[in-house]
Protein backbone atom coordinates (compact mmCIF):
# COMPACT_ATOMS: atom_id res chain seq x y z
CA UNK A 1 0.00 0.00 0.00
CA UNK A 2 0.77 3.46 -0.61
CA UNK A 3 2.43 4.03 2.83
CA UNK A 4 4.11 0.52 3.48
CA UNK A 5 7.95 1.86 2.56
CA UNK A 6 7.56 4.30 5.31
CA UNK A 7 6.46 1.72 8.18
CA UNK A 8 8.78 -0.42 7.18
CA UNK A 9 11.33 1.39 7.35
CA UNK A 10 10.51 2.38 11.22
CA UNK A 11 10.27 -1.37 12.17
CA UNK A 12 11.07 -4.05 9.32
CA UNK A 13 7.05 -5.31 9.54
CA UNK A 14 5.86 -5.83 6.07
CA UNK A 15 1.82 -5.44 6.70
CA UNK A 16 -1.24 -5.05 4.73
CA UNK A 17 -4.48 -3.97 4.99
CA UNK A 18 -5.88 -0.16 4.62
CA UNK A 19 -3.91 2.62 4.38
CA UNK A 20 -2.32 3.47 7.32
CA UNK A 21 -2.18 0.09 8.65
CA UNK A 22 1.33 -0.58 8.64
CA UNK A 23 2.01 3.02 9.91
CA UNK A 24 0.14 1.83 13.33
CA UNK A 25 1.24 -1.50 13.51
CA UNK A 26 5.00 0.20 13.14
CA UNK A 27 4.67 2.06 16.46
CA UNK A 28 3.33 -0.87 18.81
CA UNK A 29 -0.70 -0.65 17.56
CA UNK A 30 -2.32 -4.08 17.44
CA UNK A 31 -3.90 -5.14 13.74
CA UNK A 32 -7.03 -3.38 13.64
CA UNK A 33 -9.62 -2.10 11.44
CA UNK A 34 -12.30 -0.01 10.93
CA UNK A 35 -11.90 4.14 10.08
CA UNK A 36 -9.08 5.62 8.74
CA UNK A 37 -6.87 6.51 11.40
CA UNK A 38 -8.25 3.82 13.62
CA UNK A 39 -4.87 1.93 14.38
CA UNK A 40 -3.18 4.64 14.50
CA UNK A 41 -5.27 6.44 17.48
CA UNK A 42 -4.80 2.98 19.12
CA UNK A 43 -0.73 2.24 18.51
CA UNK A 44 -0.46 5.60 20.89
CA UNK A 45 -2.39 4.45 23.57
CA UNK A 46 -6.15 5.04 22.57
CA UNK A 47 -9.23 2.94 23.08
CA UNK A 48 -11.20 1.30 20.79
CA UNK A 49 -13.78 4.10 19.35
CA UNK A 50 -15.55 4.85 16.38
CA UNK A 51 -17.44 7.80 14.82
CA UNK A 52 -15.74 10.57 12.62
CA UNK A 53 -12.50 10.09 11.22
CA UNK A 54 -10.11 11.49 13.84
CA UNK A 55 -12.12 10.93 16.55
CA UNK A 56 -9.74 7.84 18.24
CA UNK A 57 -6.88 10.27 17.63
CA UNK A 58 -7.70 13.14 19.84
CA UNK A 59 -9.15 10.49 22.05
CA UNK A 60 -5.83 8.39 22.51
CA UNK A 61 -4.43 12.23 23.35
CA UNK A 62 -6.11 12.58 26.79
CA UNK A 63 -9.21 14.40 24.16
CA UNK A 64 -12.81 13.69 25.61
CA UNK A 65 -15.39 12.34 23.02
CA UNK A 66 -16.69 15.45 21.34
CA UNK A 67 -18.62 15.77 18.38
CA UNK A 68 -18.36 18.96 15.52
CA UNK A 69 -16.55 19.76 12.24
CA UNK A 70 -13.95 16.91 11.07
CA UNK A 71 -10.63 18.41 13.31
CA UNK A 72 -13.05 19.73 16.51
CA UNK A 73 -11.83 17.18 18.46
CA UNK A 74 -8.45 16.84 17.62
CA UNK A 75 -8.41 20.65 18.67
CA UNK A 76 -10.34 20.08 21.74
CA UNK A 77 -8.37 17.12 22.80
CA UNK A 78 -5.06 19.82 23.38
CA UNK A 79 -6.58 22.41 25.24
CA UNK A 80 -10.26 22.15 25.34
CA UNK A 81 -11.66 24.52 24.16
CA UNK A 82 -14.56 24.41 21.78
CA UNK A 83 -14.14 26.67 18.39
CA UNK A 84 -15.32 26.81 15.02
CA UNK A 85 -14.43 27.73 11.87
CA UNK A 86 -12.58 26.21 8.84
CA UNK A 87 -10.82 23.22 8.20
CA UNK A 88 -8.14 23.45 10.54
CA UNK A 89 -8.87 26.85 12.38
CA UNK A 90 -10.02 24.72 15.93
CA UNK A 91 -6.63 22.99 15.19
CA UNK A 92 -4.40 26.45 15.12
CA UNK A 93 -7.00 27.83 18.03
CA UNK A 94 -5.60 25.56 20.28
CA UNK A 95 -2.03 25.58 19.59
CA UNK A 96 -2.62 29.57 20.55
CA UNK A 97 -5.70 30.86 20.85
CA UNK A 98 -5.79 33.47 17.54
CA UNK A 99 -8.81 33.08 15.41
CA UNK A 100 -7.82 33.77 12.28
CA UNK A 101 -9.02 32.92 8.39
CA UNK A 102 -7.40 32.04 5.13
CA UNK A 103 -6.32 29.63 2.86
CA UNK A 104 -6.39 26.32 4.35
CA UNK A 105 -3.23 26.16 6.16
CA UNK A 106 -2.93 30.08 6.87
CA UNK A 107 -3.72 29.79 10.34
CA UNK A 108 -1.88 26.99 10.87
CA UNK A 109 1.72 28.44 10.31
CA UNK A 110 0.52 31.76 12.28
CA UNK A 111 -0.25 29.72 14.84
CA UNK A 112 3.71 28.31 15.19
CA UNK A 113 4.53 32.28 14.75
CA UNK A 114 4.61 32.42 10.68
CA UNK A 115 3.78 35.64 9.16
CA UNK A 116 0.71 35.99 7.50
CA UNK A 117 1.48 34.79 3.67
CA UNK A 118 -0.14 33.42 0.88
CA UNK A 119 0.50 31.25 -2.62
CA UNK A 120 1.19 27.36 -2.76
CA UNK A 121 -0.51 25.04 -0.09
CA UNK A 122 2.18 25.07 2.32
CA UNK A 123 4.08 28.09 1.59
CA UNK A 124 3.15 29.60 5.06
CA UNK A 125 3.91 26.27 6.75
CA UNK A 126 7.29 26.21 5.56
CA UNK A 127 8.01 29.96 6.18
CA UNK A 128 6.41 29.49 9.95
CA UNK A 129 9.70 27.72 10.64
CA UNK A 130 12.20 30.17 9.05
CA UNK A 131 12.39 28.80 5.76
CA UNK A 132 12.63 31.65 2.89
CA UNK A 133 9.85 32.14 0.48
CA UNK A 134 10.73 29.70 -2.32
CA UNK A 135 8.29 28.44 -5.09
CA UNK A 136 8.20 25.28 -7.26
CA UNK A 137 7.50 21.96 -6.40
CA UNK A 138 4.21 21.24 -3.54
CA UNK A 139 7.07 20.62 -0.47
CA UNK A 140 10.01 22.33 -1.80
CA UNK A 141 9.71 25.34 0.75
CA UNK A 142 8.83 22.90 3.79
CA UNK A 143 12.72 20.85 2.35
CA UNK A 144 14.89 23.84 2.24
CA UNK A 145 13.24 25.19 5.78
CA UNK A 146 14.64 22.48 7.35
CA UNK A 147 18.26 22.26 6.14
CA UNK A 148 18.33 25.14 3.17
CA UNK A 149 19.12 23.00 0.81
CA UNK A 150 17.62 23.38 -2.51
CA UNK A 151 16.34 20.40 -4.41
CA UNK A 152 14.53 19.28 -7.09
CA UNK A 153 12.61 16.01 -8.88
CA UNK A 154 9.82 14.06 -7.33
CA UNK A 155 7.43 15.29 -4.89
CA UNK A 156 9.24 14.54 -1.37
CA UNK A 157 12.06 14.41 -2.49
CA UNK A 158 13.80 17.63 -1.50
CA UNK A 159 11.88 15.92 2.09
CA UNK A 160 13.83 13.18 2.50
CA UNK A 161 17.49 14.56 0.98
CA UNK A 162 17.28 17.64 4.23
CA UNK A 163 16.88 14.56 6.46
CA UNK A 164 20.26 12.81 5.56
CA UNK A 165 21.04 14.68 2.31
CA UNK A 166 21.23 11.45 0.09
CA UNK A 167 19.77 11.41 -2.99
CA UNK A 168 17.45 8.61 -3.87
CA UNK A 169 15.09 7.31 -6.23
CA UNK A 170 12.19 5.00 -6.84
CA UNK A 171 8.71 5.27 -5.93
CA UNK A 172 6.53 8.21 -4.35
CA UNK A 173 8.29 7.54 -0.44
CA UNK A 174 11.08 6.08 -1.09
CA UNK A 175 13.07 8.86 -0.28
CA UNK A 176 11.45 9.53 2.68
CA UNK A 177 11.70 5.85 4.32
CA UNK A 178 15.44 5.50 2.99
CA UNK A 179 16.21 9.04 5.09
CA UNK A 180 14.76 7.34 7.94
CA UNK A 181 16.64 4.65 8.25
CA UNK A 182 19.03 3.87 5.32
CA UNK A 183 17.12 0.67 3.83
CA UNK A 184 15.86 0.64 0.09
CA UNK A 185 12.51 -0.84 0.25
CA UNK A 186 10.24 -1.43 -3.49
CA UNK A 187 7.26 -2.52 -4.47
CA UNK A 188 4.17 -0.65 -4.43
CA UNK A 189 3.68 3.41 -4.27
Known amino acids: MRYRTFAESLDGATNSGMRYRTFAESLGGATNSCTRY??????????????????TFAESLGGAANSGMRYRRFAESLDGATNSGMRYRTFAESLEGAANSGTRYRTFA??????????????????????????????RTFAESLDG???????????AE?????????MRYR??????????????R
Not at 38 to 55: D, E, I
Not at 162 to 170: I, P
Not at 180 to 185: I, R, S, V, W
Open 110 to 139: KSLGGAANSGMRYHTFAESLGGATNSGMRY
Open 149 to 159: ATNSGMRYRTF
Open 162 to 170: SLDGAANSG
Open 175 to 188: RFAESLDGATNSGM
Open 38 to 55: HTFAKSLGGATNSCMRYR
